[in-house]
């Protein structure tokens, strides 16, 4: 089992930038992505960045392409979301996940509030 914890949301004004960390512990070395999902108030989970853990390649959702980037230490097992440009619909909770199969996301943080104010 891989064992995620999430840190760095907050509040913050349409424009500004926020960075999200993943600390990952247990079985680090099953890790096949990770990535950053999201779920805004009565809406679905979804999708918003991975990363390979091994190659370090990213894919981004359509949605935060060009103003969110992730970035791994694989030393650490640590994986980062700078986030800039904030608009007010990225507003949600934020949950790190990890891939240790290439399949599934099975193992998942506990989550992170970020909210963005127009």
């Known amino acids: 089992q891989v064992q995620l914890v999430e840190s760095g949301g907050g509040l913050a004004q349409a424009g500004a930038s926020l960075r999200l960390s993943c600390a990952a512990s247990?079985?680090?070395?099953?890790?096949?992505?990770m990535g950053w999902f999201r779920q805004a108030p009565g809406k679905e989970r979804e999708f918003v960045v991975a990363i390979s853990w091994s190659s370090g390649s990213p894919s981004y959702a359509y949605s935060v392409k060009g103003r969110f980037t992730i970035s791994r230490d694989n030393s650490k097992n640590t994986v980062h979301l700078q986030m800039n440009s904030l608009k007010p619909e990225d507003t949600a909770v934020y949950y790190c996940?990890?891939?240790?199969?290439?399949?599934?996301?099975?193992?998942w943080g506990q989550g992170t509030q970020v909210t963005v104010s127009s």
């Open positions: 996940a990890a891939n240790l199969d290439g399949s599934i996301y099975s193992s």
């Open positions: 247990g079985r680090t070395s099953s890790i096949y992505n």
